[in-house]
């Protein structure tokens, strides 16, 4: 989010066009929070996050073969930025569910500062790869990586006979 500007440039955009581009992704990020949590409640926390995880991998693998016009680039940050919506959201609800509500500050709170600390390093690391590489889209890769790698994590490691006995602690 941080480097969306800056990527915007270097994909040949103007200042306008890459500034008007987070603008974009902002306002989709904050409808992507609420479509993300109804979407939770009404089909459940484990479809959506799997939904949520492939389709970020997805907007990002593709928006470095195919975004080269302006409209492609919004439709892009809408994209990323209403993906990046169903984070926090569909999370704490899944995390209630597992651990239970008198324990959410506690889980969430991990959750929330580790979201933080990707926040603090993924900027650095996407400008360190734009210093080596010249352009940003070997840290888009690596970012679509991260989103399948935390998919195939989650598939492992989720069940619902797990919920039941995290609830039980």
Not at 18 to 25: E, L
Not at 45 to 62: D, M, N, P, R, Y
Not at 114 to 143: E, Q
Request: glycine letters at 12%; charged letters at 10%; one cysteine or more.
């Amino acid at each position: 989010i941080t480097n969306l500007k800056p990527i915007g440039l270097n994909w040949g955009f103007t200042a306008g066009i890459a500034a008007a581009g987070v603008s974009i992704m902002s306002l989709f990020n904050g409808a992507g929070r609420v479509a993300w949590g109804y979407l939770a409640h009404r089909f459940g926390e484990h479809k959506v996050i799997t939904i949520s995880l492939l389709a970020q991998a997805g907007v990002l693998v593709l928006s470095m073969f195919f975004v080269k016009q302006p409209i492609l680039y919004f439709v892009f940050t809408a994209f990323a930025g209403f993906n990046y919506g169903a984070l926090l959201v569909v999370y704490a609800c899944s995390i209630s569910r597992i651990f239970g509500v008198e324990r959410l500050g506690r889980v969430y709170s991990v959750l929330y500062l580790s979201n933080g600390l990707a926040g603090f390093i993924a900027p650095v690391f996407g400008g360190w790869v734009f210093d080596k590489t010249g352009g940003y889209n070997a840290a888009i890769g690596v970012c679509a990586a991260l989103c399948l790698a935390g998919y195939f994590a989650y598939r492992l490691l989720y069940s619902e006979k797990d919920c039941i006995s995290a609830a039980a602690l």
